[in-house]
């Protein structure tokens, strides 16, 4: 059957649509065209690409070579833009110039735009995409409604979320094992949820980050941070997916937001610890190979690079306590003594491994690609010295292991010494004779230990042998638990220090013996029918290179301030910087403004002083003025009246007569209690002088109100200079002091019979005056028949400190008014 297309078109004689027979040829005709212009177009658009690509080197616009590192082409970049940035330099092309260096650098820091350039010249990123991502989704299916939904760029099927559920792991998982293990190994952790749809797009990216550096050590892990917050909480997570790196017992955050392999192996590079793998050249190979003294073996890892290669990174870092390794570039001129000494390819990667011997390796490897498991099995056999140092826990676990459950004993001969260079014949004596030895490691093993640092240790040992020197003694020790050792000393065994005297013949005869009665103890106590003499009980060693004090300190500030770095971006830094620079504000105005006052204070003394001199040139070394008030009209509320609760104000009567004398007294027997009368607001005690001349109508009624009596009192003021009377406004009270005051606690009216019975008495008229009992003009008469005693005024305050310690003991009378009389001026 013949098909005849059928074509409908608009025929305007007919005023509508027709079906019309057309000819085959003039369809096919059509499509042709349409498919050669198509060609056309695509071919014409790789053609300017590859003409652009020809004519723009990205290499030679950054000056590097074709197999330059990542890190050679951020060098490069940073030079040529500041040499061509266009606000810095003056020359007519830098605009044009500094964006071909861009470009070029755009393309080189991405390792696939970088890989397509050198396959295939491609420098156009769209050309690359459609190239390498051609798109047959829809070839052979139904539509998809999540892609219908969602966009044509969005491939449910594509999406496989099950891999995070296969390495999903609990917060108690990666408290008991991630955090441990990531001293020793990097640790990359996924953050996802079940409907997050960005992190299905990135579970092909993870995929291929674990095909990628799972080979090399890197363990790999995933979180549902749906079920863990508050493990999401702790580290620190800002979105979903995240990818996180303990390291070392530290939580880094990767912030990139592209999971891209490459970009994740230079994270892990910039975060494990600086110079784990320091740069050896022919200069400073022996220093590195003669440096065991720390205990650790050295290695050397070689290779025709710039920079070492992750592999090594990881596998320096889970051997830093036992090994210290070091890097040397074959294609540098600088290595070429060294590739002369070990005779090495210079186009292969190569580790040599040495212990205290720097003239051969104990182990070495050459391969284009060493393999991380190979790395580990040749380092882990040899990761000891030949006479390792017990100086720590750990170091004695590796060295010397418990066995409770083989039935062969494994046996570790120690040398106790003395870190000092004196004992360094005997540990080389012990060395040779480990070297020497025909019997496996596995079976023994030989070591030292230093007796100032390991004491409790070596006590331990030698508690039940009853030996009492040890250094230079040799013991044998096998390890029957964690707390458990079993012992036996060779005394026969002792090694010699250095000594000039002694000749080497005598060294050599010593050294012979020493390893013949080792060598008979320890193929005596190999035999499973033999057991060794003591068992001690002892605690974990000394850890000799734990750091100090201040280096843990330093390491948590250089912790906390990479932290900081690593979290805290622009939205957090400025209003932190804004709280931290108006607090440093507020302190600096704080100090300025304290300053100045201090320094007006200082003036103002230096005055005063100046002007005491002036006045009177023996009271210039007299004690600081007191804060005396003058008790008068306008300050008669503030200082009696509206007293606190807890306030008192001191008063001293005096006149204008006696008032230059009493006041210094008065100042001098209340300074000690200065620190009561201060500026702050809460005033616990006051002190005031008044004119008895001003105040005689106040003090007059005080007395009465006191006394309950209703007539008018009949004072004569020059009697009651002196007097000072301790005012509490809040309670209504006062206490009195003269010096002829008969005080007494048995209340006011014994009080007025006794000072009426004193102004009766003939030898002195002036006992009562002070309160009012003037005696009256026939009694003064009579008493003129005896010599009355007088009283000085440089005599009147004589007995007032101790009566102010009795006003603050609390034992002095009190009398109670019920209200205080207004003060009035004469």
Excluded at 66 to 94: C, G, M, V
Excluded at 628 to 653: D, F, M, Q, S, W
Aim: contains cysteine.
């Amino acid at each position: 059957m013949r098909l005849i297309p059928i074509v409908i078109k608009f025929c305007p004689e007919r005023k509508g649509y027709v079906k019309c027979k057309n000819s085959s040829s003039s369809i096919y005709r059509r499509i042709h065209y349409c498919w050669l212009l198509a060609v056309c177009s695509i071919l014409l658009v790789l053609l300017v690409g590859q003409v652009a690509a020809a004519g723009t080197d990205p290499y030679k616009i950054m000056g590097v070579q074709r197999h330059a590192t990542l890190q050679e082409i951020r060098r490069a970049y940073k030079q040529l833009a500041k040499e061509w940035h266009p606000d810095k330099s003056d020359h007519p092309e830098a605009e044009t110039k500094f964006v071909e260096i861009k470009q070029a650098y755009e393309l080189l820091s991405d390792s696939e735009r970088r890989k397509a350039y050198d396959l295939h010249g491609i420098t156009n990123e769209d050309a690359y995409l459609y190239k390498e991502r051609p798109d047959y989704s829809s070839y052979g299916r139904f539509p998809d409604p999540f892609e219908q939904f969602f966009g044509h760029n969005f491939n449910f099927h594509d999406q496989d979320i099950s891999l995070f559920h296969k390495l999903s792991i609990t917060s108690k998982y990666y408290e008991t094992n991630i955090v441990p293990k990531s001293h020793h190994t990097p640790q990359i952790l996924m953050f996802y949820s079940d409907w997050c749809f960005s992190c299905m797009k990135a579970a092909n990216s993870f995929k291929k980050m674990i095909d990628t550096l799972e080979p090399f050590g890197v363990t790999f892990a995933t979180i549902n941070a749906g079920h863990e917050n508050q493990l999401v909480r702790k580290v620190g997570v800002h979105s979903l997916p995240c990818v996180i790196m303990v390291l070392d017992g530290h939580n880094y955050v990767y912030k990139e937001s592209v999971y891209n392999t490459q970009r994740v192996v230079e994270f892990i590079r910039q975060k494990l610890p600086y110079k784990l793998l320091p740069v050896v050249d022919d200069d400073s190979i022996d220093t590195f190979l003669r440096g065991w003294a720390d205990n650790r073996v050295r290695a050397l890892v070689m290779e025709p690079r710039t920079q070492p290669r992750l592999r090594y990174l990881i596998t320096a870092f889970h051997f830093r306590e036992r090994v210290a390794f070091g890097f040397v570039q074959l294609a540098s001129e600088k290595s070429k003594q060294i590739q002369e000494r070990y005779k090495l390819h210079p186009s292969l990667d190569t580790l040599l491994i040495f212990n205290e011997d720097a003239s051969r390796p104990v182990a070495s490897i050459s391969m284009s690609d060493i393999p991380t498991p190979t790395l580990n099995n040749i380092i882990s056999v040899n990761k000891f010295l030949a006479l390792p140092r017990l100086s720590s826990q750990s170091m004695l676990e590796g060295v010397c292991p418990a066995e409770w459950n083989r039935p062969r004993k494994r046996l570790c001969v120690v040398l106790v010494t003395e870190n000092t260079a004196t004992h360094d014949e005997a540990r080389n004596a012990m060395r040779r004779i480990a070297l020497e030895s025909s019997y496996s490691p596995e079976r023994v093993r030989f070591a030292y230990i230093y007796q100032e640092k390991q004491a409790e240790f070596i006590d331990a040992l030698a508690e039940h042998s009853k030996l009492k020197e040890t250094v230079l003694k040799v013991v044998i020790i096998w390890r029957r638990d964690t707390k458990h050792i079993k012992y036996e000393w060779v005394h026969e065994a002792t090694l010699q220090s250095a000594d000039k005297t002694v000749e080497n013949e005598t060294h050599e005869l010593n050294y012979n013996n020493t390893k013949q009665k080792l060598d008979g103890a320890i193929q005596r106590l190999l035999r499973s029918s033999e057991a060794l003499s003591y068992e001690a009980e002892v605690k974990d060693l000394l850890d000799e290179h734990a750091q100090g004090l201040v280096v843990r300190i330093l390491n948590k500030v250089l912790l906390a301030f990479e932290y900081m770095t690593d979290n805290l971006g622009q939205e957090h830094i400025l209003p932190a910087l804004s709280v931290v620079g108006t607090v440093a504000f507020i302190l600096a105005a704080g100090y300025l403004m304290s300053y100045l006052v201090r320094i007006e204070e200082e003036n103002i003394q230096k005055k005063q002083s100046k002007g005491a001199d002036g006045k009177n040139g023996k009271t210039a070394n007299y004690v600081p003025e007191l804060r005396l008030h003058e008790l008068r009209a306008e300050k008669y509320n503030g200082l009696v009246r509206l007293l606190k609760p807890g306030c008192r104000t001191i008063v001293l009567l005096t006149d204008m007569q006696s008032r230059n004398k009493l006041i210094p007294s008065f100042h001098k027997a209340v300074w000690p209690y200065r620190n009561l009368d201060s500026d702050c607001r809460n005033k616990t005690l006051m002190f005031a002088h008044m004119l008895i001349e001003k105040g005689i109508g106040w003090y007059a009624e005080l007395l009465r109100l006191s006394l309950s009596e209703s007539r008018e009192m009949k004072i004569n003021p020059r009697n009651c200079i002196g007097t000072v009377i301790a005012l509490n406004g809040h309670r209504k009270y006062f206490c009195m002091y003269h010096a002829k005051h008969p005080e007494s606690n048995r209340g006011a009216k014994r009080m007025m019979k006794m000072t009426r019975q004193l102004s009766t008495m003939p030898s002195d008229p002036e006992a009562g005056a002070f309160l009012g009992m003037e005696s009256s003009d026939s009694e003064a008469s009579t008493s003129d028949i005896s010599e009355p005693k007088i009283l000085l005024e440089e005599n009147l305050l004589d007995g007032l400190p101790n009566w102010l310690d009795r006003l603050f003991e609390g034992t002095t009378h009190r009398y109670y008014i019920n209200y205080w009389p207004d003060f009035t001026s004469k």
